[in-house]
């Protein structure tokens, strides 16, 4: 089964400064996509990044980028220049595109805070 | 940009009462999904529908029923509410690509 696990439950950050948010899955499947997407206080889930398994260059969103090592099974988010609007729930999310019905597999969510 | 609109964005049910969740996804998109999030719990799948057939299921309780319309809105059907279904429930759709977009979710409670 697939499985998607962020160890971080909580962390904080400093605004203006850089932040690593980490996720790893479990997946016999080589084609797949995974996603991290933020959840504000208002709970609307807003897409952040998204990047597809065939593809070796990390995906790049404006601040926020990641940095996936496919071998490893690890997909991270860094957040630059963190502005107190990032705080938020943020949940990894994988698709196995192999099921046919392409439905989300979350992660348990890592809740950031940014100082000001 | 039109978005997946949901309804009600509220509801307050007693316990053994039915709840019926309505989704109208984006126009064009013919795949719906269910997640149910419960308090501090990342979403959790519970139904899916393609062309108006269901797809896939996950968790999903037997007192939950949920189909897909000919205008491809989908309605999420939950008799003998319990306590344990109090959750924020999510509809989301896709089309083509693989990125779902997500509705502002409708906020469950059950006292």
């Known amino acids: 089964a697939q499985t998607v696990t962020q160890s971080q439950p909580e962390m904080s950050v400093q605004e203006a400064e850089t932040v690593t948010l980490s996720c790893t899955y479990d997946t016999s499947e080589s084609n797949y996509y995974l996603f991290w997407y933020k959840q504000p206080p208002s709970r609307q889930m807003i897409l952040v990044i998204r990047?597809?398994?065939?593809?070796?260059q990390n995906a790049t969103e404006n601040r926020f980028s990641v940095n996936f090592q496919k071998a490893a099974k690890s997909f991270s988010l860094k957040i630059s220049d963190s502005q107190l609007g990032d705080t938020a729930m943020y949940f990894c999310?994988?698709?196995?595109?192999?099921?046919?019905?392409?439905?989300?597999?979350f992660g348990t969510g890592t809740r950031l805070k940014v100082l000001a | 940009a039109a978005g997946v609109i949901q309804s009600p964005r509220h509801l307050i049910k007693e316990k053994r009462e039915t709840a019926t969740l309505k989704c109208y996804p984006i126009?064009?998109?013919?795949?719906v999904y269910w997640y149910q999030q419960g308090p501090g719990q990342d979403p959790q799948f519970l139904i899916s529908?393609?062309?108006?057939?269901?797809?896939d299921k996950g968790s999903i309780p037997d007192r939950f029923s949920a189909q897909q319309f000919s205008d491809y809105h989908s309605e999420l059907n939950m008799s003998s509410l319990e306590l344990g279904d109090s959750a924020l429930y999510f509809c989301?759709?896709?089309?083509?690509?693989?990125?779902?977009?997500f509705g502002p979710g409708t906020r469950l409670t059950v006292l």
């Open positions: 126009p064009r998109h013919d795949t």
């Open positions: 989301a759709s896709r089309r083509g690509n693989n990125e779902q977009f």
């Open positions: 999310a994988f698709i196995d595109t192999t099921s046919g019905t392409y439905k989300y597999i």
């Open positions: 990047q597809e398994a065939y593809k070796q």
């Open positions: 529908f393609y062309e108006k057939m269901q797809s």
